[in-house]
T-cell receptor, first 112, second 114 residues
Framework: KQEVTQIPAALSVPEGENLVLNCSFT??????LQWFRQDPGKGLTSLLL?????REQTSGRLNASLDKSSGRSTLYIAASQPGDSATYLC???????????FGKGTKLSVKP | SQTIHQWPATLVQPVGSPLSLECTVE??????LYWYRQAAGRGLQLLFY??????ISSEVPQNLSASRPQDRQFILSSKKLLLSDSGFYLC?????????????FGPGTRLTVL
């Protein structure tokens, strides 16, 4: 059974810092990995999708990497801003009908 | 462009009452549709998914059911709510061409069962 773990559960950094969020999964037989952002009381916003054949994806100040063999993904956020404060969720695609299996998230707080 | 709607946004219901949550998608045809639940202290859990009208698959046994009466409409229901049904319910869609496409989520419904 696939399990997804995100460490740390919470992170507080000063504005301007570069930071890395970690995601690990137990079964390397995944089809893709998706990173989401969730603001309090809101739905999920898709940030990046990495297919299993890819090593990384970039969007603006965000860069996500994928190492299937070691069961790891990282989300790198450059020059963090207070507006980046949110919970970041990692999810792997590998269910029978394309459903996602989620980690519990990392709650990020960026202090001005 | 595609948009996904959910209503109501919030709902407070007594134990034993019925439930109906609605999700609709605009701007695409024959999408894959998903219902997830996010309970306090737990990650998002897939409840149901649908690859077409009338085609519903359940991931976990529970007090809930789902229906897809129209191509872009997905409904989550219960005949009698339990306290454990409280949570944040999220609907998602993905392109039907290929199973492992990017999923896009709606704004969610916060359900509190008292």
């Amino acid at each position: 059974k696939q399990e997804v773990t995100q460490i740390p559960a919470a992170l507080s950094v000063p504005e301007g810092e570069n930071l890395v969020l970690n995601c690990s999964f137990t079964d390397s037989a995944i089809y893709n990995l998706q990173w989401f952002r969730q603001d309090p009381g809101k739905g999920l916003t898709s940030l990046l999708l990495i297919q299993s054949s890819q090593r990384e994806q970039t969007s603006g100040r965000l860069n996500a990497s994928l190492d299937k063999s070691s069961g790891r993904s990282t989300l790198y956020i450059a020059a963090s801003q207070p507006g980046d404060s949110a919970t970041y969720l990692c999810a792997v695609g590998g269910g029978s009908q394309g459903n996602l299996i989620f980690g519990k998230g990392t709650k990020l707080s960026v202090k001005p | 462009s595609q948009t996904i709607h959910q209503w109501p946004a919030t709902l407070v219901q007594p134990v034993g009452s019925p439930l109906s949550l609605e999700c609709t998608v605009e701007g695409t045809s024959n999408p894959n549709l998903y219902w997830y639940r996010q309970a306090a202290g737990r990650g998002l859990q897939l409840l149901f998914y649908s690859v077409g009208i009338g085609q519903i698959s359940s991931e976990v046994p529970q007090n809930l059911s789902a229906s897809r009466p129209q191509d872009r409409q997905f409904i989550l229901s219960s005949k009698k709510l339990l306290l454990s049904d409280s949570g944040f319910y999220l609907c998602a869609w993905s392109w039907a061409s290929g199973l492992y496409n990017e999923q896009f989520f709606g704004p969610g419904t916060r359900l509190t069962v008292l």
